[in-house]
Nanobody
């Protein structure tokens, strides 16, 4: 079992920044892929960014150039630095870990105002 707890969400004005954190209950050193997903009201959950244990990253087109995913294996934590936020980024952001099966956190709300 892997428990994931997200934090760092909140209300921010357009153009602002937020840094999300995802703390895992186990060592993430051997978890190959961890990522961030988001779900806006009335929409399906979508990929934001993933990072492998070797540091290879993958971003949704909407996140490229604005968001940065990183992981600190020593702290069992994955981060998502989000810059130049716009109202379309408003969503619940979920942390994901894939180790045989998918594990999900409960999410953290990000709201971007105009």
């Amino acid at each position: 079992q892997v428990q994931l707890v997200e934090s760092g969400g909140g209300l921010v004005q357009a153009g602002g920044s937020l840094r999300l954190s995802c703390a895992a209950s186990v060592s993430i050193y051997n978890i190959n892929t961890m990522g961030w997903y988001r779900q806006a009201p009335g929409k399906q959950r979508e990929l934001v960014a993933t990072i492998t244990r070797h540091g290879t990253t993958n971003y949704a087109d909407s996140a490229k150039g604005r968001f940065t995913i990183s992981r600190d294996n020593a702290k069992n934590t994955v981060y998502l630095q989000m810059n130049s936020l716009n109202p379309e980024d408003t969503a619940v952001y979920y942390c994901n870990a894939y180790r045989i099966v998918d594990y999900w956190g409960r999410g953290t709300q990000v709201t971007v105002s105009t």
